[in-house]
């Protein structure tokens, strides 16, 4: 019921910053929280960011200070400010929300976006 693509990757020097979007499509449905991953190979997709509906956020250790998370419900868009890129940061990142339609809720997953961090 629910589309999450993924945009704004790509490949950048370190140090350099990229903006990822998030767009959500569909009908009948709202967006609760949502949120951003990421998986390198060989390991498992690891939480990078969330935002709730009323903006609150989280990030990991990794990121803090660094990467900016953000929203717009308006227009169903989720954003990953990423900034003081380092080559570690290099692999595909990932969409994630949690919406309710009407007859309960569900999880949808984007297909991914490449963030290569190479100078």
């Known amino acids: 019921q629910v589309q999450l693509v993924e945009s704004g990757g790509g490949l950048v020097q370190p140090g350099g910053s990229l903006r990822l979007s998030c767009a959500a499509s569909?009908?009948?449905?709202?967006?609760?929280?949502m949120g951003w991953y990421r998986q390198a190979p060989g390991k498992k997709r690891e939480l990078v960011a969330t935002?709730?509906?009323?903006?609150?956020?989280q990030y990991a250790d990794s990121v803090k200070g660094r990467f900016i998370i953000s929203r717009d419900n308006a227009k169903n868009t989720m954003y990953l400010q990423m900034n003081s890129l380092k080559p570690e940061d290099t692999t595909v990142y990932y969409c994630n929300a949690r919406y309710s339609y009407g007859i309960g809720w569900s999880t949808a997953w984007g297909q991914g976006t490449q963030v290569t961090v190479s100078s």
């Open positions: 569909g009908t009948g449905f709202s967006i609760m929280d």
């Open positions: 935002v709730t509906m009323g903006g609150g956020t």
